[in-house]
């Protein structure tokens, strides 16, 4: 062991652990971690053995895979008693769970069972002795291959060749778990030794969504979503040709994210990113924040990668993808999806993951984007193969697997019902837009019509202004600013209270011409060159940014000139909607 490896652990279990143990333990259970994508797997099923006093939990990895980032980080959340992975090989369990065949699981001393860590078994991976890893190295991939099978020419499919499944000739896992009975076709004619090992039980991390999906307005309530704003969720898996990579004929991104912030009106659209964990601690996530950070100061989120991706794929409106289990998820889901990467040559052409790539619609990645997202959303209908390919027994999983583990384990199950654990509600995570905006409005009235981008105007018809945050990263930035905003609380006693920041603002700035205090989701003081200091606040049904509606008065103001002294309601639109704004002194 090197000197970050685990210790070897004596309790609960080693050498003279019994007399050490509190409990003793009926059936001992090890879960088996390749990598963090694999982990979120055996997270969902972890609830299927709580307050089962007979059963000892253990974790431990196998360190075979390349991407090590965050498992610490995940062991450390669970507090589990962590074996290292040499001592797991040699210590008996009765169970032992594992997303992956990273490893040598077949020489593990229990049953054995292992999930799928996307949506059933989909990729075609490089033959043993390749260099690049494909999602864990085979079982024994020290030794000869088992023997040729048709189709032996080209790259097996991860999970349901004899590549990955047997071992000196047989299968070497008790439970191979499938979420579809067209996996088990496949398996059948692609490694008909390991059929007597399929078990059909659905799929946990698709019915913890299904579970989740009447929530989907506090998922988007999380994410500072306001009413009539449309959520695109950008996701890649982590293959050099997925959106992300850059090894897939063409670099799509870099040039992408500063064109859905230009051309798509800030108000009316969200963007948040899901990237594949890989992706996520392979390049780390300082490294991805900093490629990111023009979007992100433009307003993408960054998703949490293991904890609340489905979360936001329940929330999305549109799901911007690739060939990764991700965005079929999504389609599953129902949810409009667009394709900017394809990766067909990754998969296994027999794959319902396949026909989806095949049939769904393709990003023109040099086309106008918000047209292509208005004719997606317009021309949606959900494709039937996600959804019914995904799995064969929705809402059932937990029972089937509990029956499937207890089992194995030659124990009764407990009395009361299997149950999977909610989606929890992530934090609540507003876009924070440092980037200046460029801002078109048009006035009739007390009608304020406004459009803002992160970018050049898109063609907006009315007059322009420029909004800048105080954050912006380019301090010139606010030297040719109209409006100048803040957010914070308003007894932040840094800034001196509203009233003193507006102040400051507009002395140092001698161009601007407004200066707004976000102090709230709704409401805002602002001080008009001028004009003097006034209170704008959300009337009734009103849900839209409060600096848009600092926008709304500087334009309102520099066309009818002044609010009466007893104040005015603006009707603010954007988002497709109308919000009454309370203006006063």
């Not at 090590?68 to 040699?90: H, I, K, S």
């Not at 200066?515 to 060159?529: F, I, L, N």
Request: with cysteine.
């Amino acid at each position: 062991m090197g000197p970050t490896d685990p210790p070897v652990i004596r309790v609960p279990v080693g050498e003279g652990s019994d007399r050490w143990v509190s409990r003793a333990a009926h059936r001992r259970v090890l879960l088996v971690v390749h990598n963090i994508a694999s982990a979120g797997r055996l997270l969902d099923v972890l609830p299927l053995f709580h307050d089962d006093f007979r059963v000892q939990l253990l974790i431990t990895s196998t360190e075979s895979s390349v991407f090590q980032g965050g498992t610490r980080r995940l062991f450390a959340e669970l507090n589990l008693p962590v074996m290292p992975w040499d001592q797991a090989l040699r210590t008996p369990v009765d169970l032992a769970i594992s997303a992956s065949f990273g490893g040598q699981l077949h020489c593990l001393k229990s049953h054995l069972t292992i999930l799928s860590h996307g949506v059933g078994y989909t990729k075609r991976l490089a033959k043993p002795g390749a260099d690049r890893e494909p999602t864990g190295s085979r079982p024994g991939a020290d030794r000869e291959p088992t023997g040729s099978r048709p189709g032996a020419d080209r790259e097996p499919t991860f999970g349901l060749s004899p590549d990955w499944l047997l071992a000196d000739g047989e299968p070497f896992v008790d439970g191979l778990v499938l979420s579809h009975p067209e996996q088990l076709e496949r398996l059948r004619r692609a490694c008909p030794e390991a059929e007597k090992a399929a078990v059909l039980a659905g799929d946990p991390c698709f019915d913890r969504m299904l579970a989740a999906r009447p929530y989907r307005e506090r998922f988007r309530r999380a994410l500072g979503l306001r009413r009539g704003q449309r959520l695109i969720v950008v996701n890649s898996t982590w293959n050099p040709e997925g959106l992300f990579g850059s090894g897939g004929g063409q670099d799509v991104l870099p040039s992408l994210l500063p064109r859905l912030a230009a051309e798509l009106p800030a108000d009316d659209y969200r963007l948040a990113a899901v990237l594949h964990p890989n992706i996520w601690y392979g390049h780390g996530p300082g490294q991805i924040r900093v490629w990111l950070d023009r979007a992100r100061r433009s307003g993408l989120t960054l998703i949490d990668p293991v904890h609340a991706w489905r979360q936001a794929l329940l929330a999305a409106d549109i799901v911007l993808g690739d060939f990764g289990a991700v965005t079929y998820y999504a389609a599953a889901l129902g949810c409009p999806v667009l394709l900017a990467a394809a990766g067909e040559e990754r998969l296994d052409p027999e794959a319902p993951l396949a026909a989806f790539v095949r049939d769904a619609p393709r990003l023109d990645p040099q086309g106008p984007l918000r047209e292509q997202f208005e004719e997606l959303l317009a021309r949606h209908r959900p494709l039937a193969g996600p959804a019914e390919f995904t799995t064969s027994a929705p809402g059932a999983s937990a029972e089937l697997l509990r029956r499937h583990f207890y089992t194995l384990m030659d124990l009764t199950e407990p009395v009361a019902p299997a149950l999977l654990e909610p989606l929890p509600l992530p934090p609540y995570d507003p876009p924070l837009r440092t980037h200046p905006l460029d801002v078109r409005a048009r006035v009739r009235g007390l009608d304020v019509v406004i459009e803002r981008s992160a970018g050049h105007p898109y063609d907006a018809d009315g007059e322009a202004h420029r909004a800048v945050h105080e954050d912006t990263r380019d301090p010139g930035d606010l030297e040719t600013a109209d409006v100048i905003w803040r957010d914070g609380p308003r007894d932040d006693p840094r800034m001196g209270g509203p009233a003193s920041w507006t102040a400051e603002m507009l002395h140092r700035h001698p161009h601007c011409s407004l200066a707004a205090y976000v102090s709230g989701p709704d409401r805002c003081t602002v001080r008009a060159r001028g004009h003097g200091v006034f209170q704008l606040s959300a009337g009734p049904a009103a849900d839209a940014d409060p600096a848009v509606y600092a926008s709304a008065l500087h334009a309102w103001l520099a066309h009818s000139g002044e609010v009466p002294p007893g104040g005015a309601t603006l009707r603010v639109h954007v988002a497709g909607g109308m919000h009454p704004v309370v203006c006063t002194r």
